[in-house]
């Protein structure tokens, strides 16, 4: 932990230290109310992904303005938002050994929480361990809707599991997850439109399926910010995890949008100083690897037309500049990041500004929860 921090509320924004992560609040603000307003008017529940965030102020606004109830991707960061007060949480995961069922099954004496399986003795294990503390959990089955990770693989698999949660006492079969993660990311809205179209069929088919064995299927759950209209419009689905759509990073502004995408704005910056000048085609700023994600590329500088981020070590990143930048040893510019779930976990705090002042600064309270 530093012996310092790097604002208080009142700065002025050219008062914070750097390297420091930057909420810019009015245009986080309308990135909430945009999907809420948005999935309000087909009736779809909006259940924000914290994993992006990992900050339960967020959480709370979000639930505040409408949202169902937030999705996490671990126990452990789930335990931080019911501590925190958020009443229903989604793990997005699965959730294997004794020790997280146990973890899993306690938050579920105090806030709605609901989990993944894809396995069969994944689900006995939770059976027992409910029946033996006589405590519900909710639990959803993740389908392999074209990502090639986690889910089942067969209608077969997929009804067989739905029967066995179907008969635990204490296990709530809610319905189905369907995630296809990397079409978040593909370039072209025909490629994304596809590839959600594919992700719909196979739930409706899987839903089907389930029904036809006297089963219920109450909820698909899913989507991403890249293709959240998609699936919000498709009936099919009837929840949706949009979670980076608060804070966009680097990597979906390079998404190409048609009519049907919302305007997002970039709400997420790390605010850096120029510590090095060697030369004049470059410049060595105080963010780099500990500051900033590079998994989806390199940062993004900023509203800048006279330098590029070119590559990063741990403490430093390294500037292009052109000929005639005025960029000069203290100066401050600020960067998008490439991928902001990543980012925002290397730090912990957020600075929220408006305007050209700082207004609040909130914990990054479930940073490193990684259980």
């Keep these: ?32 109310q945009l999907l809420q307003d948005a999935m309000s008017s087909t009736g779809v529940r909006l259940r924000p ?8 102020e967020i959480a709370l606004r979000q639930i505040k303005a409408g949202a169902v109830g937030i999705c996490c991707q671990k126990v452990s960061e789930a335990a931080v938002f019911v501590a925190a007060g958020v009443p229903d949480i989604l ?41 033996e503390r006589q405590v519900s959990i909710d639990l959803y089955i993740e389908v392999d809707v074209g990502m090639g990770r986690c889910g089942t693989t067969s209608i ?21 997850q369907c995630y296809h993660g990397s079409a978040q990311h593909y370039r072209h809205p025909q490629d994304r439109q596809s590839a959600i179209a594919a992700v719909c069929a196979k739930a409706a088919e ?25 699936e919000g419009t498709s009936t099919i689905f009837n929840e949706v995890q949009a979670g980076s759509y608060i804070l966009m990073d680097r990597d979906y502004a390079k998404n190409q949008h048609d009519a ?27 963010a780099g690897l500990k500051a900033s994600s590079v998994d989806s590329g390199m940062p993004l500088v900023w509203q800048r037309t006279d330098a590029s981020y070119l590559k990063a070590s741990d403490e430093h990143g390294v500037l292009e500049l052109t000929a005639d930048s005025p960029l000069k040893l203290g100066d401050s510019i600020m960067l998008i990041p490439g991928h902001c779930d990543p980012t925002v976990n290397l730090y912990d705090e957020m600075i929220c500004v408006r305007g050209n002042a700082v207004e609040a600064i909130w914990p990054i309270a479930a940073r490193g929860a990684l259980l």
Excluded at 3 to 30: C, H, M, N, S
Excluded at 49 to 56: D, I, L, R, V, Y
Excluded at 156 to 176: K, S, W
Excluded at 209 to 223: F, N
């Design 260 to 286: 049907s995408d919302l305007p997002f704005e970039h709400a997420l910056f790390i605010k850096t100083a120029i510590l090095s000048h060697p030369t004049l085609g470059r410049a060595v700023v105080d």
């Design 1 to 32: 932990m530093a012996p310092w921090k790097a604002a208080r509320v009142g700065d002025a924004l050219d008062q914070i230290d750097t390297p420091a992560l930057i909420l810019d609040l009015d245009a986080f603000e309308r990135n909430v």
């Design 49 to 56: 992904h914290a994993k992006s965030h990992k900050c339960p």
């Design 156 to 176: 077969e698999q997929t009804v067989e599991l739905a029967r066995q949660i179907d008969q635990a006492p204490y296990l709530n079969f809610m319905g189905l």
């Design 91 to 131: 793990i997005t995961n699965q959730v294997i050994g004794e020790q997280k069922i146990m973890h899993a099954l306690d938050l579920a004496q105090q806030a709605r929480i609901g989990i993944l399986v894809d396995h069969a003795d994944n689900v006995s294990a939770f059976a027992r361990a409910s029946a």
């Design 206 to 230: 899987a839903k089907a399926a389930i029904e036809k064995v006297g089963i219920a299927v109450e909820r698909i759950t899913g989507a991403g910010t890249g293709s959240v209209m998609l």
